[in-house]
């Protein structure tokens, strides 16, 4: 069948009605691209502002910041003595394998369902919200990547034949973990859009980071990382999702965190590791190898220079902010 017997004649007339031109570098056009489209517009957005940076000396360690040399968070690089004595932490987790299983093969592919225990969330009513967490997952990926390989930490299974994973040890670095990371980066998020709700569950703060530690505690248990690397992604996460929300035009989170993970010693990662991340001060843990509280996280300030109102991602973030403000969204129902 030819197209012309599907078309009919041509008939194009270019004096006539002609299509609306779309207005140039605007925002709003976000909604006239498809969602992988999206994503992959501010993905490149978030990631063009960001560079990550080898610093050599005693510990060796990475840079996270911007191109200007404003840092946003620091990685410590843990020597391999930090590591040994954490191994009994692999035993310990080991143990706890059957009733973490179901959790840990399901945040093999999605970390934001967990939060949905916390607060309303649901794909079909926060869509925008699910587009906004999505996004920014795929870009911090190429920044917690980039931090793997510069640091190049051993994982667990290669310190003893022993820990035996029970899921495929991923084929990067292990510290920092990356689902530490990518927890925390979604309990930032979510911290922030249902701070604007008219109704908030209580002690939704305190939840979901409960939520986070216990998705980078699964990753002990499953064999595949130490609790030094949930601490180091804990704290570059916090620091990365505070960083695009603050891009996006949320104000209030310039900070981020300098991990020492090299400090962290014998130290076990649980939520009590955390407690205070979305605060000031600096975070400590006891270190039971030798009966120390030690400080492994310092905080970081900086200032940002943006321009939200012209990016898409600050278009992105309305949108998922709106669902969590108006008088219909699901937080109002009580």
Known sequence: MGHATTAGPWTWDQAGPQPKPLAFNDPANLHTWSADVRVMIIVQEIAATLAVRPVSGTPDAVSVGLHDG???ARLDRPGVETFAKQLNYLEYYADQRSERTAEILS????????FGAVL???????????????TALEAISLIEMQCKHLLACRRPNEFSAQIQPMIQTPGHGSLPSGHATEAFLVATILRDLSHCAQHRPHLADQQLLRHAAR????RTAAGVHFPVDSAAGATLGVSLGGYILEMAGSAGHAHGWHCASDTYGGADFTYESVEGIFGSDPLNV?????NTSVTYA???SYSLQTHPATLALTQLYTLAKAEWTTA???QAQG
């Open 70 to 72: 404003t840092e946003i």
């Open 107 to 114: 945040e093999l592919t999605d970390l934001i369902t967990p």
């Open 120 to 134: 309303p969330l649901h794909p079909g009513r926060h869509r925008w919200t699910y587009e906004l967490i999505q």
């Open 215 to 218: 998705i980078a505690q699964n």
């Open 286 to 290: 006891d270190d039971p190898s030798t």
């Open 298 to 300: 310092t905080p970081v």
């Open 328 to 330: 219909t969204a699901p």
